[in-house]
């Protein structure tokens, strides 16, 4: 059996939950191996949660809310992309692929982008493979023990 990687996407409520509503509504085609998750505002989106969806099994997470501009908390995605960009920088330095976390701007009326998106993403991760964290050397073992 070919592997199928598990993708965790975390979606806006106000925008990209509703496009994947709409996905499903028109019977576009979405992985089945998505699964997703509604927050209120992608500003709500603690990086700690993204790196417990890939301990917990995600080879992957697509973090998805409104356009810069069109928050409906007005600056919350604004947050979200500064948290992603910390948490990039972090994943990089953990010696992570980055390509295995994403933010994407999808509105409530981009249903076809969003399933676009998702398979999009399915398919990199199947080139990646099944996600393992990386192995640390004995001194970085050392150093984040004793500080």
């Not at 790196?51 to 069109?70: E, N, P």
């Not at 399933?115 to 150093?143: C, I, S, Y």
Request: proline share 4%; with cysteine.
């Amino acid at each position: 059996m070919a592997y199928e990687p598990k993708l965790l996407g975390i979606l806006c409520h106000w925008c990209s939950y509703s496009a994947s509503d709409a996905a499903g509504a028109a019977r576009l085609s979405v992985p089945a191996n998505l699964r997703t998750m509604r927050v209120m505002c992608t500003g709500r989106v603690d990086p700690t949660l993204v790196i417990q969806a890939l301990q917990r099994g995600a080879d992957g997470v697509l973090i998805c809310g409104c356009h810069l501009g069109d928050c409906h908390y007005n600056s919350g995605n604004q947050r979200a992309l500064g948290r992603f960009h910390l948490l990039s920088r972090l994943l990089a330095d953990l010696g992570l692929e980055p390509d295995r976390v994403r933010l994407e701007w999808v509105s409530a009326g981009e249903s076809e982008r969003y399933a676009e998106l998702a398979h999009h993403m399915t398919k990199r991760l199947r080139n990646l493979g099944p996600f393992q964290w990386p192995t640390l050397d004995t001194a970085t073992t050392e150093v984040i023990r004793n500080g």
